[in-house]
Structure formats: structure tokens, C-alpha cells
């Protein structure tokens, strides 16, 4: 119903309207996607290329206002989740997808929890692991909370604010060469196929996809009605994550152009330490808990929406029961893989290119059941976002293809 979030967690149910639902899709899906992942592959890539990695995020804005405004209309337009919409495309294939994006998500949140548990580390002197455990703890007790989604949405949006603020900071100390940026990442002296290929994965591939879309659907944000709110919680999204990927890529490419050698095991630490001295580094750690909560959030949440295949209120209210279980195991499988295995820093980067290739499989299925009248009734998809959509699909799949052919 419109105007109303039905959140079902057998004690209470609270209203909100659609354009706050729309906001908390959008910071879930922001926050979600320039977390521990991006502030390391930022940091390592830019460390490597310099100003030339400017491209890499170039690129990586379009791909994303490109993906989230096809993916975020199809899937409210339908009313379905994306899996369910890939049954009905292709029986089995829902499964498939919902294999590779929850695999996918729980690899990242590995790294999402270990960057939270760097974050207390850095702040607090603790161990990275013990700091996992407490940041496990604490997303856990966001998610068992009565008003679970609502108390999700303002940790994020609140999260967001003190990320912004440190990286608005960190570039007034900085001397940052604009023109160089603004140079190189228009014309490119290298491009790199697997810092395209991973920046992308790990800010727009995988479960970061479709994080706001089915945040949406949960909100009770479902058919060509609410396109309106649609478009509102994608735009402002895109602009806020995109806002933080510009800041932090100046703020790391002020620094290695001094000459300045990152730290290859926690390259973006390295940036806010040389930018601020030991000021510096207590912010960044105050930084990476944001970063790494926020994206534990986002994961966790899509990761195990993409378990739900119900499509009645009545069965829905019944999955609702076990979502707190699905969710636990979730945060403490992640933390328990972190505990006893670390190395964050490589986790990360390995996996943003795994979801980098995921995301041409996925973008893929959403496109074709845009033209499914049996999914999406009388809709009719923009065909700038169909031609748009069908280019990054072709070329993150070569972007995937050279990658692999270099690496092996």
C-alpha cells in the first residue's frame, strides 16, 4: 500500500512514507557501495596508476546511474525480486543468481566486518579480529531491533554524514592537483582493464545492484506508480556515492603524487596518516567502522533477500520469522571466516573483481524482462536505459574477459 511500510517482526508494524523509504534505498544503496572494498581498491589502484585511475571512477559513475536506474525501475515496476523475476525468465535461473550474489555478498562482507574490526583497531588499540566480533555484535543488534528496517536506514544515513564530513576535511589539508585529475581521467595515459573491472564489481556489482531495489520492494514500493520515488532514491543515491568516490580518489592522488609509497597492507590508512599525522589515522579509523558497518548492512540485507522466493503476504509474514536467523548466520559466518583467516586488505580486492563479473549476468537478466509483458504488465523501459544498459553489459563482459586473460 501506498504510503505505508509494513515491517513484520511480530510486535510491531510503523508507517513511513514512500519518498523516506526511497531515501533509506537510496544511503542503503550509497553506503553499501563506497564501504571497506572501495576505500582499499581506491587506495591500492590509485597508489598504482595516479591520476589515470580518474578513468577507472569515471567510468564507474556512468556504469552506475546507468545500472541502478534499470535495475531499481524493473524490479519495483515488476513488484518481484530479482530472483524471482530470473525464474520467470528461464526456470532455475532465480537460483543460479541467487547463488552467485549471496556467495558474492558474503565473500565482501568478510571484508566488511574486517574493515569495521580495522576501524575499532585503529581507534582503540583492540585486535582487528576482536574489533570484527564487536562490529558483528553490533549489526546483529541492528537487525533484531523492533523497528529493524527504520533503525537500519538512519544508521546509514548518519554513517553517511560522518563520511563525508572526514573526507571534506582530509581534502582542505591535502593539496590536491586538480588539473592533473581532471586531465587523466578524461584522457587516460593507461588503461587498466582490472582496476575497471574491480572498482565496478565492488561499488555497482554483485548485491550492491540490487541493494536499493529490493529495499524499495521490502518498503512496500511496488508497480509504475511509484516511479516517481523510484527515480528520487536512484539519483540522490548515485550522487552521494559518487560525491564520496570523487573525495577520497583526490584525496589519495594528493598523496601519491608527493612521491608518498602507500602501505600495500592497508593502503587508504596510509592516506589519512600522510594527509594528518596521527589526527589523520584516528579519523580514518572512525572512517573504516562507518565504511565497514555500513556495508555489512547493505550486504547482509540484500544478500539474504535474495533467499526469499515468496510471493504472498501470508507466506511472506512466515519467511519474516526466519529473516533474524538467515541474518545472524550471515554476520557471524563472515566474522568467524575473518577471525580465523584476516588479510582484509587482498579479500577485498579479489572480490570486487569476482562481483565484477557477476554484474553483466545479472544487469543481463533485468534487461530481458523488461520486455516481458507477463513481468511487468503494460510498462513501457526507457529505451536510452535498454540501449545504455545492453552497452555495459557488453562491456563489462569484455572488461571481465581481458581481466581473466590477464591474470592467468
Same mark, same amino acid.
Given at each position: 500500500?501506498?504510503?505505508?511500510?509494513?515491517?513484520?517482526?511480530?510486535?510491531?508494524?510503523?508507517?513511513?512514507?514512500?519518498?523516506?523509504?526511497?531515501?533509506?534505498?537510496?544511503?542503503?544503496?550509497?553506503?553499501?557501495?563506497?564501504?571497506?572494498?572501495?576505500?582499499?581498491?581506491?587506495?591500492?589502484?590509485?597508489?598504482?596508476?595516479?591520476?589515470?585511475?580518474?578513468?577507472?571512477?569515471?567510468?564507474?559513475?556512468?556504469?552506475?546511474?546507468?545500472?541502478?536506474?534499470?535495475?531499481?525501475?524493473?524490479?519495483?515496476?515488476?513488484?518481484?525480486?530479482?530472483?524471482?523475476?530470473?525464474?520467470?525468465?528461464?526456470?532455475?535461473?532465480?537460483?543460479?543468481?541467487?547463488?552467485?550474489?549471496?556467495?558474492?555478498?558474503?565473500?565482501?562482507?568478510?571484508?566488511?566486518?574486517?574493515?569495521?574490526?580495522?576501524?575499532?583497531?585503529?581507534?582503540?588499540?583492540?585486535?582487528?579480529?576482536?574489533?570484527?566480533?564487536?562490529?558483528?555484535?553490533?549489526?546483529?543488534?541492528?537487525?533484531?531491533?523492533?523497528?529493524?528496517?527504520?533503525?537500519?536506514?538512519?544508521?546509514?544515513?548518519?554513517?553517511?554524514?560522518?563520511?563525508?564530513?572526514?573526507?571534506?576535511?582530509?581534502?582542505?589539508?591535502?593539496?590536491?592537483?586538480?588539473?592533473?585529475?581532471?586531465?587523466?581521467?578524461?584522457?587516460?595515459?593507461?588503461?587498466?582493464?582490472?582496476?575497471?573491472?574491480?572498482?565496478?564489481?565492488?561499488?555497482?556489482?554483485?548485491?550492491?545492484?540490487?541493494?536499493?531495489?529490493?529495499?524499495?520492494?521490502?518498503?512496500?514500493?511496488?508497480?509504475?506508480?511509484?516511479?516517481?520515488? @523510484?527515480?528520487? =532514491? $536512484? %539519483?540522490? #543515491?548515485?550522487?552521494?556515492?559518487?560525491?564520496?568516490?570523487? !573525495? *577520497?580518489?583526490? &584525496?589519495?592522488?594528493?598523496?601519491?603524487?608527493?612521491?608518498?609509497?602507500?602501505?600495500?597492507?592497508?593502503?587508504?590508512?596510509?592516506?589519512?596518516?600522510?594527509?594528518?599525522?596521527?589526527?589523520?589515522?584516528?579519523?580514518?579509523?572512525?572512517?573504516?567502522?562507518?565504511?565497514?558497518?555500513?556495508?555489512?548492512?547493505?550486504?547482509?540485507?540484500?544478500?539474504?533477500?535474495?533467499?526469499?522466493?515468496?510471493?504472498?503476504?501470508?507466506?511472506?509474514?512466515?519467511?519474516?520469522?526466519?529473516?533474524?536467523?538467515?541474518?545472524?548466520?550471515?554476520?557471524?559466518?563472515?566474522?568467524?571466516?575473518?577471525?580465523?583467516?584476516?588479510?582484509?586488505?587482498?579479500?577485498? @580486492?579479489?572480490? =570486487? $573483481? %569476482?562481483? #565484477?563479473?557477476?554484474?553483466?549476468?545479472?544487469?543481463?537478466? !533485468? *534487461?530481458?524482462? &523488461?520486455?516481458?509483458?507477463?513481468?511487468?504488465?503494460?510498462?513501457?523501459?526507457?529505451?536510452?536505459?535498454?540501449?545504455?544498459?545492453?552497452?555495459?553489459?557488453?562491456?563489462?563482459?569484455?572488461?571481465?574477459?581481458?581481466?581473466?586473460?590477464?591474470?592467468?
Amino acid at each position: 500500500m501506498k504510503n505505508k511500510e509494513e515491517i513484520v517482526d511480530d510486535k510491531l508494524t510503523t508507517t513511513r512514507s514512500p519518498r523516506s523509504i526511497a531515501m533509506g534505498a537510496a544511503f542503503l544503496m550509497a553506503m553499501a557501495a563506497v564501504g571497506p572494498g572501495f576505500l582499499t581498491q581506491t587506495a591500492t589502484f590509485t597508489g598504482q596508476m595516479g591520476a589515470d585511475f580518474g578513468f577507472a571512477i569515471l567510468l564507474c559513475i556512468i556504469v552506475d546511474f546507468i545500472v541502478q536506474m534499470n535495475v531499481w525501475r524493473i524490479i519495483v515496476v515488476s513488484g518481484k525480486r530479482a530472483q524471482v523475476i530470473a525464474n520467470e525468465i528461464l526456470p532455475g535461473l532465480g537460483y543460479v543468481l541467487s547463488f552467485l550474489v549471496a556467495a558474492g555478498g558474503l565473500l565482501f562482507n568478510i571484508g566488511n566486518i574486517g574493515g569495521a574490526g580495522l576501524g575499532l583497531n585503529v581507534l582503540f588499540g583492540i585486535s582487528a579480529e576482536n574489533g570484527a566480533v564487536i562490529a558483528a555484535c553490533i549489526a546483529i543488534a541492528i537487525f533484531v531491533a523492533k523497528n529493524a528496517m527504520t533503525v537500519m536506514d538512519r544508521t546509514v544515513q548518519l554513517l553517511a554524514v560522518v563520511k563525508i564530513a572526514i573526507l571534506i576535511y582530509i581534502i582542505f589539508v591535502m593539496a590536491v592537483p586538480y588539473q592533473t585529475a581532471v586531465t587523466h581521467t578524461f584522457v587516460p595515459t593507461h588503461i587498466d582493464f582490472y582496476s575497471i573491472v574491480t572498482i565496478v564489481g565492488g561499488t555497482v556489482g554483485g548485491y550492491i545492484s540490487f541493494s536499493g531495489g529490493h529495499r524499495l520492494i521490502e518498503g512496500g514500493l511496488k508497480g509504475e506508480k511509484e516511479l516517481k520515488y @523510484v527515480n528520487e =532514491g $536512484a %539519483i540522490t #543515491g548515485i550522487t552521494v556515492a559518487s560525491f564520496i568516490r570523487v !573525495l *577520497l580518489f583526490l &584525496a589519495g592522488l594528493a598523496v601519491v603524487t608527493t612521491g608518498y609509497k602507500l602501505d600495500p597492507t592497508n593502503p587508504a590508512a596510509s592516506i589519512f596518516k600522510y594527509a594528518a599525522g596521527n589526527f589523520g589515522y584516528k579519523f580514518f579509523g572512525i572512517l573504516l567502522f562507518a565504511a565497514g558497518m555500513t556495508s555489512t548492512l547493505g550486504s547482509t540485507f540484500t544478500s539474504i533477500s535474495f533467499l526469499n522466493y515468496t510471493r504472498s503476504e501470508k507466506s511472506a509474514n512466515k519467511m519474516a520469522k526466519y529473516n533474524r536467523v538467515f541474518v545472524m548466520a550471515f554476520i557471524i559466518i563472515s566474522a568467524a571466516i575473518f577471525y580465523f583467516v584476516g588479510n582484509p586488505a587482498k579479500v577485498l @580486492v579479489v572480490v =570486487g $573483481a %569476482i562481483n #565484477g563479473f557477476i554484474l553483466p549476468i545479472s544487469l543481463a537478466i !533485468l *534487461l530481458l524482462a &523488461a520486455y516481458k509483458q507477463k513481468i511487468i504488465g503494460s510498462y513501457h523501459h526507457p529505451m536510452i536505459l535498454t540501449v545504455t544498459g545492453w552497452i555495459v553489459v557488453a562491456f563489462m563482459t569484455f572488461a571481465s574477459v581481458e581481466t581473466l586473460i590477464k591474470l592467468f
